[in-house]
């Protein structure tokens, strides 16, 4: 790994910036395609959040995939194993499931940050009795397919768009794709009511190293870096236990004010997940293992891919 300060960071604007060589190809999250051959990740010394390094180009590629009508067609349903259930389920179930218990109000108002085609939202609204559930999403191809009921209302393609004031808002696997999370997190600000919640789910890298492979996210996570990112905009996070997402942070925030200091918590998580594959790929390198056209993997995750 080579290290060097470049820039500033995305966040805080920091210029004490540490360079991490990633040497192993990166992969896309909706099919496990090899995107790059190579990649590097920048950690803030400052607020120690973790960014991508990739060029305006990539960026504006990147955007411009999110918001066409192929990815609008993809199938990112994720189903888990999990206790007081038969089969695997759709985590939506789970999380909705999850959510009934902390949502208090007859009629509350709830908005998903990148809700796809609703499926959160669908389910929330068998769990609860009655509720205005609004999904924004920056593809405006998916208003076709999210659900026509008076209580539902798709926002698209700019935070900005979004009317009202929420009782909850959810940021379920959201967080990695967005550019600016300044702006992001001020607007769940503008959003949120004052004794509102937020949700937020997300790939934790100190339990699954390999999530550092996926190039076509913006930013990366462990318990730390997302308790200081949800702190440098006065939010208070609390962490839930969640044993059907034994490598994710599952977690709500509330409001508080905004401190003109911000004391950041030290985090070496991205260190620890680089020298894991390193320390892997080379197990893997003395293995004597057959040719490898003869050789399959079983699943379709970053771990099962690198």
């Avoid at 197990?283 to 970053?302: H, I, R, Y």
Wanted: net charge negative.
């Amino acid at each position: 790994m080579n290290a060097s300060s470049c820039g500033k960071c995305l966040l805080c604007s920091s210029s004490t910036l540490e360079v991490l060589d990633i040497g192993y190809p990166l992969f896309r999250h909706t099919d496990y395609a090899t995107i790059r051959e190579s990649g590097r990740i920048s950690k803030c010394t400052n607020c120690q959040m973790l960014f991508n390094l990739v060029s305006e180009n990539e960026v504006q590629h990147r955007e411009a995939w999110f918001r066409s009508t192929e990815y609008s067609r993809s199938n990112l349903t994720h189903t888990l194993f999990a206790d007081n259930h038969v089969g695997p389920v759709p985590r939506t179930i789970l999380q909705a499931e999850l959510l009934r218990e902390l949502i208090t109000g007859s009629s509350p108002s709830i908005l998903d940050i990148g809700c796809f085609d609703g499926e959160l939202l669908i389910e929330l609204n068998r769990q609860l009795s009655s509720a205005e559930l609004h999904g924004f999403d920056v593809n405006e191809h998916l208003a076709a397919g999210f659900p026509s009921a008076s209580n539902f209302h798709f926002w698209a393609p700019d935070l900005n768009n979004v009317e009202g004031r929420f009782d909850l808002i959810c940021i379920s696997g959201t967080m990695v794709y967005i550019a600016d999370l300044n702006e992001l997190m001020l607007q769940i600000r503008r959003l949120l009511k004052p004794d509102g919640l937020v949700f937020v789910q997300v790939v934790d890298i100190a339990k699954s190293p390999y999530a550092v492979l996926l190039g076509d996210q913006r930013s990366h996570y462990s318990p730390q870096i997302l308790g200081n990112l949800f702190g440098y905009f006065g939010f208070e996070l609390s962490l839930l236990e969640s044993s059907w997402a034994p490598r994710e942070i599952v977690g709500v925030a509330r409001l508080g004010p905004r401190r003109a200091t911000q004391n950041f918590e030290e985090d070496t998580n991205i260190h620890l997940c680089l020298s894991r594959l390193d320390h892997v790929a080379e197990k893997l390198g003395g293995m004597a293992l057959p040719d490898f056209s003869q050789v399959g993997v079983l699943g379709t995750t970053a771990a099962a891919a690198f």
